[in-house]
Nanobody, 125 residues
């Protein structure tokens, strides 16, 4: 079992930045591949970015490439999402998710076993 708690969401103007954090507790954090998903009102949950257990491999949705950066600190049991050049279309609830993995990362929401409660990100125009 692992518990995930997101923080760092808020209201920001277009072009601004936010840094989300997801703190994990429970099992060994380095056992898990991690993902950040988002869900806008009336839309399906989508994968924003993902990272392998070691941090060596990352994936980005085309919509955030060059603007968002995922990273992790296994020493601090935390995964981060640095979001720059934010756009109104980035407005959503952002969730971190975890799955035990000795390899890469995963793309689908149903492939992840554990989820945080979500944090709201609102980008005003």
């Amino acid at each position: 079992q692992v518990q995930l708690v997101e923080s760092g969401g808020g209201l920001v103007q277009a072009g601004g930045s936010l840094r989300l954090s997801c703190a994990a507790s429970g099992r060994t954090f380095s056992d898990y591949a991690m993902g950040w998903f988002r869900q806008a009102s009336g839309k399906e949950r989508e994968l924003v970015t993902a990272i392998s257990w070691s941090g060596a491999r990352t994936y980005y949705n085309d919509s955030v490439k060059g603007r968002f950066t995922i990273s992790r600190s296994n020493a601090k049991n935390t995964v981060y999402l640095q979001m720059n050049s934010l756009k109104p279309e980035d407005t959503a609830v952002y969730y971190c998710a975890a799955r035990i993995s000795s390899g890469s990362y995963y793309f689908k929401a149903n492939e992840y076993d554990y989820w945080g409660q979500g944090t709201q990100v609102t980008v005003s125009s």
